[in-house]
């Protein structure tokens, strides 16, 4: 059982910038595939960003490609999500996610989900 504490989240004005982290319990954390994903009030989840075991390979939305980047760190058994050039938009609770398959999009590949941290970006 992998447990993921984020951390990171809070209130930030438009265009500001936030890191949100994914601390893993698991030692074997190098061997997950992790994600971030996002859910704003009365919407699905959506996916934000992935990335590959070793850290090799990214993923990202459209709506986030080219101002969040997603990076780990396996010595720390952490993941986290740069998030730059915020939009109100973006306001929404960040969950990361970790799963045994590489890239994917849909929530329904990913078997341990943290609690998640909300991110508010407004003036």
């Known amino acids: 059982q992998v447990q993921l504490v984020e951390s990171g989240g809070g209130l930030v004005q438009p265009g500001g910038s936030l890191r949100l982290s994914c601390a893993a319990s698991?030692?074997?954390?190098?061997?997950?595939?992790m994600g971030w994903f996002r859910q704003a009030p009365g919407k699905d989840r959506n996916f934000v960003a992935a990335i590959s075991w070793s850290g090799g390979n990214t993923y990202y939305a459209d709506s986030v490609k080219g101002r969040f980047t997603i990076s780990r760190d396996n010595a720390k058994n952490t993941v986290y999500l740069q998030m730059n050039r915020l939009k109100p938009e973006d306001t929404a609770v960040y969950y990361c996610?970790?799963?045994?398959?590489?890239?994917?999009?849909?929530?329904?590949?990913?078997?341990?989900w943290g609690q998640g941290t909300q991110v508010t970006v407004s003036s």
């Open positions: 996610a970790a799963g045994s398959y590489s890239g994917r999009k849909n929530s329904t590949y990913y078997d341990y």
């Open positions: 698991e030692r074997t954390f190098s061997a997950y595939a």
